[in-house]
T-cell receptor
């Protein structure tokens, strides 16, 4: 079965550079979520999109922005990178229009961002 | 606001022993509850979830969890631990209403001794 695809899997950047992470949800999933997981920490919700519109916002820094495109893939843009941005960034997707309660989020393998 | 508390950042059991990972939630209404497992350098995989109905939920790999409203708990258990169960386990909650985000607990790392 198709899973959530994230690219790149690994990314190394210098401070103050920019980075773009991509997420391709499972086909027919309409909602995408972004999470940040620091070393030894739990995933922290950043932002989500439902049907290409922002649906919820968490602890996403102003230096970060994200969008969902017409093909439902999403991109997380990160500018003015700081050392503290080094983390594993997960994308997840779900299908919210199915009408089922408690829809499961399917997680991608993550992008490991290292800021030097 | 919703929150999740996982008691014990590390749990160590012997192979074949009972696994018990504790999770308590805080929510004005019973939320949707999830347990995820994360193996090193991998994404999160759903073990099981509670939405409505039967309070004892069975998941993959022999895990199960029981939703206890009176105790606001959703503890994860497995009768007999395997070496392959060693991983990080996250309890998570999601609201019935408004927004789609999932709130994760701090995680519990399970060690399984031979």
């Amino acid at each position: 079965a198709a899973g959530v695809i994230q690219s790149p899997r690994h990314l190394i950047k210098e401070k103050r550079e920019t980075a773009t992470l991509k997420c391709y949800p499972i086909p027919r999933h309409d909602t995408v979520y972004w999470y940040q997981q620091g070393p030894g920490q739990d995933p922290q919700f950043l932002i989500s999109f439902y049907e290409k519109m922002q649906s919820d916002k968490g602890s996403i820094p102003d230096r970060f922005s994200a969008q969902q495109f017409s093909d439902y893939h999403s991109e997380l843009n990160m500018s003015s990178l700081e050392l503290g941005d080094s983390a594993l960034y997960f994308c997840a997707s779900s299908r919210e229009t199915s009408g089922s309660p408690g829809n499961e989020q399917f997680f991608g393998p993550g992008t490991r961002l290292t800021v030097l | 606001a919703q929150s999740v508390t996982q008691l014990g950042s590390h749990v160590s059991v012997s192979e074949g022993a009972l696994v018990l990972l504790r999770c308590n939630y805080s929510s004005s209404v019973p939320p949707y509850l999830f347990w995820y497992v994360q193996y090193p350098n991998q994404g999160l995989q759903l073990l099981l979830k509670y939405t409505t109905g039967a309070t004892l939920v069975k998941g993959i790999n022999g895990f199960e969890a029981e939703f206890k409203k009176s105790e606001t708990s959703f503890h994860l258990t497995k009768p007999s631990a395997h070496m392959s169960d060693a991983a990080e386990y996250f309890c998570a909650v999601r609201s019935h209403t408004g927004g789609f985000k999932t709130i994760f607990g701090a995680g519990t790392r399970l060690f399984v001794k031979a």
